[in-house]
């Protein structure tokens, strides 16, 4: 079970830090492969930042609401 909480953190974790990463790439105006502009790729990091955060947030709000760790 842990492991695949593990698996279900990792990979929002991963796509929050390609999210970072592709917002960095457009300050230094690199443009990576998939997007066709520099503001896509900005906007497609964010978001993907945004997404990862939200949800390892609340899987963790919900973890501690669960094991009646929060007030």
């Known amino acids: 079970m842990r492991f695949i909480a593990l ?5 929002p974790g991963f796509l929050a830090a390609w999210g ?11 443009l990576q ?4 502009f520099l503001w896509l790729q900005f906007i497609t990091g964010l978001l993907l930042l ?6 390892i947030a609340g899987f963790v ?3 501690d609401r669960k094991n009646k760790k929060q007030e």
């Open 7 to 11: 698996l279900i953190l990792v990979i």
């Open 50 to 55: 945004i997404g990862g955060v939200w949800f």
């Open 33 to 36: 492969p998939p997007f066709p």
């Open 61 to 63: 709000l919900y973890r």
């Open 20 to 30: 970072i990463k592709l917002m960095r790439d457009m300050l230094f105006q690199i």
